[in-house]
C-alpha cells in the first residue's frame, strides 16, 4: 500500500480537515476559553423603521410592475 508523504490524520475523514497538523485536533488538560455570550437581541425602532421601508419599496415595486 503507498501512502502520501504528506502528514495527515487518518481519523479526519474530510480531505482539508486530513491536512491539519495534529496540534489542532490535540486535547490538552486546560479548558478552552469560554465563548462570551451575546446580548439578548431585542427589536428596536430603528428595526421596525428598515423592516416598513423594505416592505414599502417592496410593495411599491410590485404594484408599479403589474399597473
Do not use: K, N, Q
Not at 490524520?9 to 451575546?38: I, K, N, W
Not at 411599491?60 to 403589474?66: K, L, Q
Amino acid at each position: 500500500m503507498r501512502r502520501s508523504l504528506t502528514l495527515t490524520t487518518e481519523a479526519a475523514r474530510h480531505p482539508f480537515r486530513a491536512s491539519l497538523p495534529p496540534h489542532v485536533f490535540a486535547r490538552s488538560g486546560e479548558e478552552a476559553e469560554p465563548v462570551p455570550s451575546r446580548m439578548p437581541w431585542r427589536i428596536e425602532a430603528e428595526d421596525i423603521r428598515h423592516f416598513m421601508m423594505a416592505y414599502c419599496a417592496c410593495l411599491f415595486g410590485v404594484s408599479a410592475y403589474i399597473a
